[in-house]
């Protein structure tokens, strides 16, 4: 069965320093791995996907994540941290097959002015 | 706006009642997921369907059900309900399957009381 960890259930971060937001994934064969956000009463929002290719994937708001064979993560980072960027961060991945797409518990984002 | 569109955006029932929740899925787009969102649970999946069939399944329970239409609209119907089926009910779509790599799109949900 495949499975997402984010081991960090909220991360504080001050405005303007980078952030960091952890993701481990584990899954049989190759990974197809995913970033969502979660603000308030909102639906979840698509940031950024992993699919092939290049190890380090841009996304929407100035967000990254880096893919990582070897530690199995996939991370989700952004240089320059903004108050608005304060919201819940999902990971996601799929192997394919019958087991769709399975989400992490979320990361609350919390950036302090 | 993702242009998954969900119906009713909330909804208060009590136990033991049936409820219907409603999804259009973005233009073009042939799979319909559906998925709760709980305090405790987190974001669980519960089904899939790709063209009209159901493709995965995942912690759905006996009493949820789900299909597919003809026009790709999807329902979720979810039955004798009980108190700790209150939760937020999310609808995504996506062009085909994950394994493409294809991005899913949700909505803004469904929310669940049940009183």
């Known amino acids: 069965a495949q499975s997402v960890a984010q081991p960090e259930d909220q991360v504080n971060v001050a405005e303007g320093n980078p952030l960091t937001v952890k993701c481990t994934y584990s899954?049989?064969?190759?990974?197809?791995l995913f970033w969502y956000v979660q603000y308030p009463n909102r639906g979840l929002q698509f940031l950024l996907k992993?699919?092939?290719?290049?190890?380090l994937v841009k996304g929407s708001y100035g967000f990254e994540a880096e893919f990582n064979k070897s530690q199995t993560s996939f991370h989700l980072k952004k240089p320059s941290a903004l108050v608005s960027d304060s919201a819940l961060y999902f990971c996601?991945?799929?192997?394919?097959?019958?087991?769709?797409?399975?989400f992490g518990k979320g990361t609350h984002l919390i950036i302090q002015p | 706006d993702s242009g998954v569109t969900q119906t009713p955006k909330h909804l208060i029932t009590a136990t033991g009642q049936r409820v219907t929740l409603r999804c259009s899925p973005r233009?073009?787009?042939?799979?319909v997921y559906w998925y709760q969102q709980s305090l405790d649970q987190g974001l669980q999946f519960l089904i899939q369907?790709?063209?009209?069939?159901?493709?995965a399944k995942g912690n759905i329970l006996e009493r949820f059900s789900a299909q597919q239409f003809p026009d790709l609209h999807s329902e979720l119907n979810l039955s004798s309900l009980e108190l700790g089926d209150s939760a937020l009910y999310f609808c995504?779509?996506?062009?085909?399957?994950?394994?493409?790599?294809?991005?899913?799109?949700f909505g803004e949900g469904s929310w669940l009381t049940v009183v």
């Open positions: 992993y699919i092939t290719g290049d190890n």
């Open positions: 996601a991945v799929t192997g394919g097959g019958a087991d769709g797409l399975t």
């Open positions: 995504a779509s996506s062009v085909g399957d994950p394994p493409d790599g294809n991005t899913i799109y």
């Open positions: 899954v049989s064969g190759n990974p197809y």
């Open positions: 369907y790709y063209n009209g069939e159901e493709r």
């Open positions: 233009s073009g787009d042939l799979s």
